[in-house]
């Protein structure tokens, strides 16, 4: 019985460890915005909007190991006119940069596990008169997915991704 006790416990053990690692795949269930240079006055920051889980376009990331360390894939995002650099990682947390090619704009990325969650800081910094301005600030949280696929190719709202 003891035997048959720690195969179980051998056999989850690998489960446990990802469920603990920001490791896998993301899609976002609700963001907020908290700041945003063009907004009208009147606008009403800080609410939480949740997410359609089968939109076409989710915000999906895959988390993965590169050597020792964890990486960032944007899903919705193509490498001819976007790049992702991961800066800093750990099993819990994350920090990344999205920088669009053709207008210099940054999106910054902090992300870090919550419970089952995983809960990300963004700031988008973008070239205005010769200097670097923060244009919109937010956060967004994300669920674990089994998987997210590319569906289809760049498109004006970007990559169309399926996550199940």
């Given amino acids: 019985m003891a035997r048959i006790s720690m195969f179980c416990l051998l056999a989850a053990f690998p489960a446990l460890l990802h469920a603990q690692s920001l490791e896998g795949f993301w899609q976002d269930i609700a963001r907020r915005i908290l700041f945003d240079r063009s907004a009208p006055p ?8 949740e997410i ?32 992702v650099k991961t800066y800093r990682a750990a099993d819990d947390s994350v920090a990344f940069v999205r920088t669009t090619k053709w207008n210099g704009c940054a999106m910054h990325h902090r992300c870090r596990l919550e419970g089952a969650e995983m809960a990300c ?4 910094v973008c070239p205005h008169e010769g200097k670097n301005v923060v244009d919109w600030r937010g956060e967004e949280r994300y669920a674990r997915r089994a998987s997210c696929e590319r569906d289809g190719k760049a498109q004006a709202q970007g990559i169309p991704v399926k996550c199940r």
Wanted: charged share 25%.
């Fill in 121 to 124: 800081s963004l700031v988008s």
């Fill in 42 to 49: 009147a606008y009403a920051f800080g609410k939480w909007t």
């Fill in 52 to 83: 359609d889980q089968d939109q076409t376009y989710p915000a999906a990331k895959e988390i993965r190991r590169s050597g020792s360390a964890l990486e960032v894939v944007d899903l919705n995002y193509d490498d001819a006119n976007y790049e």
